[in-house]
C-alpha cells in the first residue's frame, strides 16, 4: 500500500470524543517507549506525524491519523510506566480501557512488544484483556534493528512457546519491525490493507 496521505485529526481522552466517521481503525499499544509512535512515523514516511521521545511517556491522549482519507491509525500513551503500580489494572490508565472496550470501529490492534526482552508480565496481561474482550491483535516485536537475526527469531520464538504454553492455542499473526531501517514496514502495510479490501 502506499501512504497518499496522514493528517492529524485530534487528540483527546475520551472515546466519545474520537472521530465518528465509521472508517476502518488500527490502534498501536505497548508498553512506554516501546517505540508506537516511532512505528507510525516509519510506515507512514513521515518522521514528525507522531511525536517521539527518548522518555517514557511522551503519547498521553488517544491521538487520530487519517491515512489515504481510508482509515485511521491510531497512537496511543503506554502502559506500564507509572512506578507505583505492578499490575496492569492499576497502571491502565481507565480511558484507554474505556476506548478498547467501546471503540466499535477498531478492526486491529497491534501490540508492540520490545524484541530485546524476554516476555513481560504486563503485556501478557494486556493481552489476555483482548482476548478476554473479544479484540482482535497482532503482536509486533519493534526494534529489530538492536538485536542479530538469529537473536530475534529466538526471542521470537521464546515469546511464541511461552504464549502457546499458556493461555493461547496459537499465536497472533505476528511481524517484526525496525522505526531505524524500515524493517517490517512492508508486511504490516500490506497486512493492513488486506484487512482494508476484504
Ligand atoms: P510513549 O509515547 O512514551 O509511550 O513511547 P512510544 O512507545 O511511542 O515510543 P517512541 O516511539 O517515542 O520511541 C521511544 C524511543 O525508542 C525513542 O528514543 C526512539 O527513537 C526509540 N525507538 C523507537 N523505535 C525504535 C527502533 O525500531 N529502533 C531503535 N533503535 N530505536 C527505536
Ligand atoms: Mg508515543
Known sequence: MKIKTAEFIISNSDVAKCPKERIAEYAFIGRSNVGKSSLINMITDRNK?????????????????????????????????????????????SFIKQYFLNREQLICT????????????????????????????????????????NELNKNIQFYSKKMTSTLWEEMPPYFATSATNSTGKEELLNYIDQINNQ
Open 49 to 93: 506525524l507522531a511525536k517521539t521521545s527518548g522518555r517514557p511517556g511522551k503519547t498521553q491522549l488517544i491521538n487520530h491519523f487519517k491515512i489515504n482519507n481510508e482509515w485511521f491509525l491510531v497512537d496511543l500513551p503506554g502502559y506500564g510506566y507509572a512506578k507505583v503500580s505492578k499490575s496492569i489494572k492499576k497502571t491502565f490508565q
Open 110 to 149: 497491534f501490540v508492540l512488544i520490545d524484541s530485546r526482552l524476554e516476555p513481560q508480565k504486563i503485556d501478557l496481561e494486556f493481552m489476555e484483556f483482548l482476548g478476554e474482550n473479544g479484540i482482535p491483535f497482532c503482536i509486533i516485536f519493534t526494534k529489530a534493528d538492536k538485536l542479530k537475526l
